[in-house]
């Protein structure tokens, strides 16, 4: 079963607008990861954030971590149309060295 | 670029018949993983291997499905006895710690 919740399942904005993506999980994490797929092309990784962190930046990127309410927020900021994806956060699994857990993603449009 | 590969790159087949993937790892990585996603969906774990162990099985959906490592270089993963509900992107991921780099997947249609 999935463990990472995404919310909204679709989010479509302007060009030049911000995006917020978040996602809830139900057990304790060491890390969550949030990666991006675009259409008929593979995941990437986006950004680690560890349990003992409670915000990362990466470019336009910026995700928050609130262990104590089990989520994470993704925030794309000045979004551009090639942001046009679907995002998903990922949990690691127990028991399943650096195995993942994913969400069910996030489908962002981002419109010129 | 030496990523993470796949092949095939789409595979069509009958119910019934059995099918093998191939994923080539970054090759400095010693973890590779297997995931399946369906339409809509996120990528479920099926397997991974740690060189040439194959250290969770588990997941597996089924006896059908069954993976090897055997040199720990690259990987195969095969179904047996296709199903209609096979269908769907297999996923290769390599990693050597946290962050995983996943290839471009083999699309499997059972027919």
């Known amino acids: 079963s999935q463990q990472g919740e995404e919310d909204p399942q679709a989010l479509s904005i302007q060009e030049g607008e911000n995006a917020t993506m978040n996602c809830s999980y139900k057990?304790?994490?060491?890390?969550l990861q949030w990666y991006r797929q675009n259409s008929g092309r593979g995941l990437v990784h986006l950004i680690l954030?560890?349990?003992?962190?409670r915000e990362k930046h990466s470019g336009r990127l910026r995700v928050t971590l609130d262990t104590s309410k089990k989520s994470s927020s993704l925030l794309i900021t000045a979004s551009r149309a090639a942001d046009t994806a679907s995002y998903f956060c990922?949990?690691?699994?127990?028991?399943?060295?650096?195995?993942?857990?994913f969400g069910k993603g996030t489908s962002l449009l981002v419109t010129p | 670029d030496t990523g993470v590969s796949q092949d095939p790159r789409h595979k069509i087949t009958k119910r019934g018949q059995n099918v093998t993937f191939r994923c080539d790892p970054i090759s400095e990585h010693n973890r590779l993983y297997w995931y399946r996603q369906t339409l809509g969906q996120g990528p479920e774990f099926l397997t991974y291997?740690?060189?040439?162990?194959?250290?969770?099985k588990s997941r597996l959906l089924s006896d059908r499905f069954s993976a090897e490592r055997p040199k720990g270089s690259f990987s195969t993963l095969e179904i047996q006895r296709t199903e209609q509900g096979d269908s769907a992107m297999y996923l290769c991921?390599?990693?050597?710690?946290?962050?995983?780099?996943f290839g471009p997947g083999t699309r499997l249609t059972v027919t």
């Open positions: 990922a949990t690691d699994l127990s028991n399943s060295g650096y195995a993942l857990n």
């Open positions: 991921a390599s990693s050597l710690g946290s962050q995983q780099y």
């Open positions: 291997f740690q060189n040439e162990a194959q250290l969770e």
């Open positions: 057990t304790s994490i060491n890390n």
């Open positions: 954030i560890r349990s003992n962190e």
